[in-house]
């Protein structure tokens, strides 16, 4: 069992940044002579950053803020929020009835929005082979989460698993969640935005500009939204990725209002924890009860109930601005031609209604709807048996760990 210290990551992330900073302190540690976490602090060079172990002590990691400016085609909506949690259960209530023409009714039309945001950033390397990491997995978290999904405990790391397989990883806080600034959640935080927003990140790693000499190859690994905005990406930017693995997605989305009904979503800085206090009321989050993350996030028992109740207790923002635009992201991408993994929990409620292979493997859809044109012989698709949406954090996590590594060396991706 992991200690209460273990899954405490906010003692060391509020720190200031620059990219120059991290530049610098991530040239030091690759100039270093030994790969430990010892060596790697007293070879920083900046006090804007935080060098701190993974959860499971596989990596080294660099913390801190990057600052983009991003300009985006986003859409200009009539209304600023709801007032209360009835104005807001109402709105969603008519936004997911069946016929819905509640967003074309408050669809002005699309503008281009514009701003400078500081994205919290993690970027780590494998202690074995931090001088030679010549490939980054991308990694995007769904709604409710932040970065930490992917290293949440000793366990229950996908950086610490990639990190023995020799990966680097690259995860951050989308805009609007975490530590990420919060701008306006309804007409700023959309698809348009945050795919911009992921593609300048991309770049910076392919270019050298966050890390090493540049970046050979790159792998988007996204879960949940965060699979739609790799789509999204890969829509737009064909080229940004070597390859894909997809997790928390299928064809259907006959569930996901089920789904999100069954969080009792509220204003954010209603939550009684006084996290969120100051939010805008655009920001939403599960109500402050665990069935609230339970019903579509977990498959129960197949999951420690530590890990459980601490993210629970970690849950994060949802912006209306993305409820109202990520639809679209989830479009077929015929110009992709690299390998395509998709992961799924079995009892996936959000994407299959809690049974991924009724009426058929859900998962199996995906490539040839998504990705008609990915590397077949090199795809492929995964269940992992007694776990839910939030496949990393069941007590299996490792065999979907696993797998993920083991298609991108069977594609030649080192």
């Known amino acids: 069992m992991a200690s209460n210290s273990s899954l405490d990551f906010t003692a060391f992330f509020n720190v200031p940044f620059s990219a120059g900073g991290w530049l610098a302190t991530v040239g030091s540690i690759l100039m270093s002579p030994l790969v430990s976490a010892s060596d790697f602090q007293s070879g920083s060079t900046t006090s804007h950053t935080q060098v701190v172990p993974s959860t499971g002590g596989q990596a080294t990691c660099i913390t801190g803020l990057v600052p983009l400016n991003v300009t985006a085609t986003n859409t200009k909506f009539k209304y600023a929020g709801p007032a209360n949690n009835n104005e807001l259960t109402e709105f969603l209530v008519e936004n997911l009835q069946s016929g819905s023409t509640l967003a074309t009714r408050i669809t002005e039309g699309p503008y281009t929005a514009t701003g400078s945001f500081n994205i919290f950033s993690k970027l780590c390397f494998p202690k074995s082979t931090a001088h030679n990491a010549t490939t980054v997995q991308f990694l995007t978290h769904g709604g409710t989460l932040d970065h930490s999904y992917w290293d949440f405990a000793p366990g229950y790391s996908y950086v610490d698993a990639a990190a023995q397989a020799g990966y680097a990883t690259f995860s951050y806080d989308r ?33 050298g500009m966050l890390g090493q000499a540049g970046f050979q190859k790159l792998v988007g690994v996204g879960h949940s939204i965060g699979s739609g905005l790799t789509l999204g990406v890969t829509g737009q930017y064909p080229k940004d990725f070597d390859a894909l693995i997809l997790t928390g997605i299928s064809t259907s989305f006959a569930a996901v209002g089920i789904g999100i009904a069954s969080t009792a979503q509220q204003i954010a800085n ?11 009321s655009g920001y939403i989050t599960p109500a402050p009860i665990e069935q609230s993350v339970q019903f579509a996030f977990y498959r129960y028992p197949f999951y420690d109930q530590y890990i459980f109740k601490s993210q629970f207790q970690a849950r994060q923002t949802n912006a209306i601005g993305e409820s109202l635009t990520f639809g679209a992201v989830y479009a077929p991408v015929p110009a992709y031609t690299g390998p395509v993994d998709v992961i799924n929990g079995e009892n996936d409620w959000f994407y299959c209604g809690g049974d991924c292979n009724y009426p058929n493997n859900q ?34 996590a490792q065999e979907a760990f696993a797998h993920a590594q083991r298609f991108l060396a069977k594609n030649g991706i080192h």
């Not at 969640?177 to 919060?182: C, I, K, M, V």
């Not at 209603?270 to 805008?280: A, I, M, N, Q």
């Not at 990705?371 to 492929?380: K, Y």
């Open 270 to 280: 209603t939550d009684p924890s006084g996290r969120f206090e100051g939010l805008p």
């Open 363 to 396: 998962v199996a859809a995906v490539q040839p709807a998504f990705l008609p044109d990915a590397l077949t012989n090199g795809s492929e698709s995964y269940l992992l048996p007694d776990a839910g949406h939030n496949l990393n954090l069941h007590l299996n």
């Open 175 to 207: 805009l609007g969640t975490g530590l990420s600034d919060h701008p306006d959640p309804i007409q700023i935080i959309q698809a348009g935005i945050q795919t911009q927003l992921a593609h300048q990140l991309i770049m910076f790693l392919r270019e």
